[in-house]
């Protein structure tokens, strides 16, 4: 019985410690303009085109495919609010400073919720994106996304 | 109602709301309309994993503070020494406070840990305080009630976009001690449970797994089925899991959801003999309380992050039983206890606040 506990306290311990030592991601130095661009997140069910507003510095970002376009019913796919999920803009008004895309917002069309959102350049075919329910990033999820190419 | 207030002084005070987002028309710099995203390869490589959550499904507990109230009920104990009187006791009310915290500290699409922490105090008012002293568990009950904190931590593994992991540790202290009268560590239970399973789509999620858990007031081993499901419709959908708990759940709106189901509680609760107070030859009783709660609840949005939820039910008794020490006992095994008790079923209600991940 003692050798049970005594495994689980250890595991614990150990899976505790992770979480604190295996957060670290090599950064660069990336350049404003490098976010511009074909993007998938993990799921790898759509694409994400981030692009710059014309006359301001700040970065958007529309969904322009899908791998799944239409819903179960062979409707095109709707967010809960009711609008089409392929071209929508669901990252806005991201600013770039300290090396990183802020200010922004992204939305999730399946859940129909709207997230403070930053994002990290882990090299330059790599994104982190964190969306978070609180402006400092305190609670929130990661996704990584990949660069997209012309085969 | 000092409690009620602090529920409503939290949910008005706590300053986090979701973005609103108007969504105002913008114009690309450079506009290509003309690429053939169908023909697109990944620049390096980046494995797809699937995510814990399904559509529909009720708002995650990141926070709460609640309040759980048992109506009157009676208990009849066996005497702890041979010879000894039965006891049989009115129960006015057994109430209580219950807080827990659930945090991401990993959150990554190929990753998940959540550490959490949850306490609950059950206090116990007998009809004749006088006669509650006849019997140890009695006078336990009348004079400590029972305090249960824990710890948890919750791994949620992908191993690709289908299949999946999860791993749930946990430790907690239970008994009748107090905050100035703490109980040993080394009374600490340890849980455990993995769970294998398979992200079918964006609307169920599934898996087979086994516990080591005090759920039944005992140690046991326990076979487990995991499912989150939603409806085509998204108007209804399941969550389970098997025979820990089980929800209906009616999504009325966006704000409102209705859960109909069962939850089963327990553990083993050291009941402290330190000096002989109870005037028995040991010192290592613990009761064994494990319960069926049948329940529905309303879930209210008060804000995209703060959920109220009201539940009522019926809480029906599995055990109430006390014995020595801590032991693996199967389901099925009818080995008398050292102590057992007969404890009647109330109505009981819960109220809390929670903040929520939407």
Request: aromatic share 12%; proline share 4%; glycine share 8%.
């Given at each position: 019985?003692?050798?049970?506990?005594?495994?689980?306290?250890?595991?614990?311990i150990a899976?505790t410690?992770?979480?604190?030592?295996?957060d670290?991601?090599l950064?660069?130095?990336p350049e404003?303009?490098e976010?511009?661009?074909?993007?998938?997140?993990?799921?790898?069910t759509?694409?994400?085109?981030?692009f710059?507003?014309k006359?301001k510095?700040?970065y958007?970002?529309?969904?322009v495919?899908?791998?799944?376009?239409?819903?179960?019913?062979g409707?095109?796919?709707?967010c809960?609010?009711g609008d089409?999920?392929?071209n929508?803009?669901?990252?806005?008004?991201?600013?770039f400073?300290?090396d990183?895309?802020?200010d922004g917002?992204i939305y999730?069309?399946k859940?129909?919720?709207?997230?403070?959102?930053?994002?990290?350049m882990a090299?330059?075919?790599?994104?982190?994106?964190?969306?978070?329910l609180?402006p400092f990033?305190l609670?929130?999820?990661?996704?990584?996304?990949?660069?997209?190419?012309?085969? | 109602?000092?409690?009620l207030?602090?529920?409503?002084?939290?949910a008005v005070?706590i300053?986090?709301?979701l973005?609103?987002?108007d969504d105002p028309?913008?114009?690309e710099e450079?506009?290509?309309?003309?690429?053939?995203?169908?023909?697109?390869?990944?620049t390096?490589?980046?494995?797809?994993?699937?995510?814990?959550?399904?559509l529909?499904?009720?708002?995650i507990?990141?926070a709460?503070?609640g309040?759980?109230?048992?109506?009157?009920?009676?208990?009849?104990a066996q005497?702890?020494?041979?010879?000894?009187?039965?006891s049989?006791?009115?129960?006015?009310?057994?109430?209580?406070?219950r807080?827990?915290l659930?945090?991401?500290?990993?959150s990554?699409n190929?990753?998940?840990?959540?550490?959490?922490?949850?306490?609950?105090?059950?206090?116990?008012?007998f009809?004749?305080a006088?006669?509650?002293?006849?019997?140890?568990?009695?006078?336990?009950?009348?004079?400590?009630g029972?305090?249960t904190?824990?710890?948890?931590?919750?791994?949620f593994?992908?191993?690709?976009?289908?299949?999946?992991?999860?791993?749930?540790?946990?430790a907690?202290?239970?008994?009748?001690?107090s905050?100035?009268?703490?109980?040993?560590?080394s009374?600490t239970?340890?849980?455990?449970a993995?769970?294998?399973g398979?992200?079918?789509?964006?609307?169920?999620?599934?898996?087979?797994?086994?516990?080591?858990?005090?759920?039944?007031?005992?140690?046991?081993?326990?076979?487990?089925?995991?499912m989150?499901?939603?409806?085509?419709?998204?108007?209804w959908?399941l969550?389970?899991?098997?025979?820990?708990?089980?929800?209906?759940?009616r999504?009325?709106?966006e704000?409102?959801l209705?859960?109909?189901?069962?939850?089963?509680?327990?553990?083993?609760?050291?009941i402290?003999?330190?000096?002989n107070v109870y005037g028995?030859?040991?010192?290592?009783?613990e009761?064994?309380?494990?319960e069926?709660?049948l329940?529905?609840?309303?879930?209210?949005a008060?804000?995209?992050q703060?959920?109220l939820?009201?539940?009522?039910?019926?809480?029906?008794n599995w055990?109430?039983?006390a014995d020595?020490g801590?032991?693996?006992?199967?389901?099925g095994?009818?080995?008398p206890?050292?102590?057992?008790?007969?404890?009647t079923?109330p109505?009981?209600?819960?109220?809390?606040?929670?903040?929520?991940?939407?």
């Amino acid at each position: 019985m003692m050798k049970i506990q005594k495994l689980i306290l250890l595991a614990t311990i150990a899976i505790t410690t992770a979480a604190f030592t295996s957060d670290a991601t090599l950064k660069g130095k990336p350049e404003a303009n490098e976010i511009i661009g074909l993007w998938m997140p993990s799921e790898g069910t759509s694409y994400i085109k981030i692009f710059k507003e014309k006359g301001k510095d700040k970065y958007h970002g529309k969904v322009v495919w899908l791998k799944e376009p239409n819903d179960e019913e062979g409707n095109p796919k709707k967010c809960p609010k009711g609008d089409l999920v392929l071209n929508m803009i669901n990252l806005r008004n991201f600013i770039f400073e300290d090396d990183e895309w802020t200010d922004g917002t992204i939305y999730d069309p399946k859940s129909g919720n709207t997230y403070y959102c930053t994002i990290e350049m882990a090299n330059k075919n790599k994104l982190e994106v964190r969306g978070s329910l609180d402006p400092f990033g305190l609670v929130g999820r990661s996704d990584t996304w990949v660069r997209m190419k012309t085969n | 109602m000092y409690l009620l207030r602090v529920l409503l002084l939290i949910a008005v005070f706590i300053p986090f709301t979701l973005v609103a987002q108007d969504d105002p028309p913008i114009e690309e710099e450079e506009d290509e309309t003309s690429i053939d995203y169908s023909n697109m390869v990944q620049t390096t490589k980046n494995k797809a994993f699937c995510s814990s959550r399904i559509l529909g499904q009720a708002p995650i507990k990141l926070a709460f503070v609640g309040y759980d109230f048992q109506t009157g009920h009676s208990l009849e104990a066996q005497p702890f020494i041979a010879g000894g009187a039965q006891s049989e006791q009115s129960i006015t009310n057994a109430h209580g406070a219950r807080l827990g915290l659930s945090y991401p500290v990993i959150s990554k699409n190929y990753f998940l840990l959540n550490l959490g922490f949850n306490y609950a105090k059950t206090r116990y008012s007998f009809h004749s305080a006088q006669n509650a002293s006849s019997n140890p568990l009695n006078q336990s009950l009348a004079n400590n009630g029972l305090r249960t904190m824990g710890l948890t931590a919750t791994a949620f593994k992908p191993l690709n976009s289908k299949h999946y992991l999860i791993v749930q540790l946990g430790a907690n202290l239970n008994g009748d001690y107090s905050f100035t009268n703490f109980q040993s560590f080394s009374y600490t239970r340890y849980t455990a449970a993995a769970i294998y399973g398979i992200k079918a789509n964006d609307r169920k999620i599934w898996g087979f797994g086994i516990s080591r858990t005090y759920l039944g007031g005992a140690l046991n081993y326990v076979p487990v089925y995991y499912m989150l499901y939603t409806a085509k419709s998204k108007k209804w959908g399941l969550e389970m899991l098997l025979p820990a708990r089980f929800n209906y759940r009616r999504n009325i709106n966006e704000k409102n959801l209705l859960l109909v189901g069962w939850e089963v509680e327990g553990n083993t609760f050291r009941i402290n003999n330190d000096g002989n107070v109870y005037g028995l030859l040991y010192n290592n009783i613990e009761l064994r309380r494990a319960e069926l709660r049948l329940r529905a609840s309303w879930e209210h949005a008060l804000t995209s992050q703060i959920w109220l939820s009201m539940q009522a039910g019926y809480r029906y008794n599995w055990s109430f039983d006390a014995d020595r020490g801590d032991f693996y006992r199967p389901f099925g095994d009818d080995t008398p206890y050292l102590v057992e008790t007969t404890l009647t079923n109330p109505a009981y209600f819960n109220i809390s606040i929670n903040w929520v991940s939407p």
